[in-house]
């Protein structure tokens, strides 16, 4: 099985946000052998505008089913009456969903906290975590938008997902899952939590470098980290039932 992860697309982000979401859109649609399903792990839009969303819809016209969770820049509310045409229903609500494709269930988790950067699941959702995974027949992935670890960049670091002990407890109950998908870095990583696989998706709209890649100003913030010069990439990740294996991808 063949699945795609693409994360942080930020449309309004950059003058360049919607050209690059198309390029990844373009690239992933021509690829000679077909993806099975396509994850995208938040941050459509930047500002969390119906408008981002409309032009977000367009860019994520992945020939593929395609599961979308919110970020930390996206807006509940737009969110779902454009992308997911849920006009009226709880908007406020975490927006948790599942994907079931040849033998594999995808959970994605709602992990943004309205008005702010950090990430947490709070109890609805762990809640529907839990029941769905006693329900999955096979393999499952469980994806969100916010790291459960440090990655060594400290601004990501400081607005990552609170309190993972939860997550982690949960995961550890279920031995079908066999990997948990992220993005919110902006960079592409690997890591192992709650003895599974963590993959990091890169973003599309920037590459976020590490503190040791550049000289900083002693004072400074995330935005002299971004490389929006960087092409787009995406990761992906190939899955035999068992063993997954991740390639991540410039899309130049």
């Given at each position: 099985m063949l699945v795609a992860h693409v994360s942080d697309i930020h449309i309004g982000g950059s003058k360049q946000s919607v050209e690059r979401a198309m390029r990844v859109r373009d690239y992933l649609n021509g690829l000679p052998t077909p993806v099975d399903a396509v994850v995208v792990?938040?941050?459509?839009?930047?500002?969390?505008?119906?408008?981002?969303?409309?032009?977000?819809?367009?860019?994520m016209r992945y020939a593929a089913p395609t599961l979308v969770c919110p970020g930390n820049?996206?807006?509940?509310?737009?969110?779902?009456?454009?992308?997911?045409?849920?006009?009226?229903?709880?908007?406020?609500?975490?927006?948790?969903?599942?994907?079931?494709?040849?033998?594999?269930?995808?959970l994605l988790c709602d992990s943004s906290i309205p008005g702010r950067h950090d990430g947490h699941l709070d109890d609805a959702t762990i809640d529907w975590l839990e029941s769905e995974l006693a329900r999955a027949q096979g393999p499952v992935f469980v994806g969100m938008h916010h790291p459960p670890i440090a990655l060594g960049l400290p601004s990501v670091d400081a607005i990552r997902l609170n309190h993972p002990e939860r997550l982690e407890r949960v995961l550890r109950r279920h031995d079908?899952?066999?990997?948990?998908?992220?993005?919110?870095?902006?960079?592409?990583?690997?890591?192992?939590?709650?003895?599974?696989?963590?993959?990091?998706a890169p973003g599309v709209v920037s590459t976020l470098m590490m503190p040791s890649e550049l000289v900083l100003p002693e004072e400074w913030s995330e935005d002299d980290a971004l490389d929006f010069e960087r092409p787009p990439a995406f990761v992906l990740h190939v899955f035999d039932g068992e063993r997954l294996v991740s390639h991540t991808r410039v899309v130049l």
């Open positions: 792990t938040g941050d459509i839009a930047d500002h969390g505008l119906v408008e981002e969303y409309e032009i977000a819809r367009e860019a820049h996206d807006s509940r509310p737009e969110f779902r009456k454009v992308l997911l045409d849920h006009v009226g229903r709880d908007g406020a609500g975490p927006v948790n969903q599942t994907l079931r494709i040849d033998g594999l269930t995808i079908q899952v066999k990997a948990v998908l992220v993005g919110h870095a902006h960079t592409a990583a690997s890591a192992v939590f709650a003895g599974l696989p963590l993959v990091v």
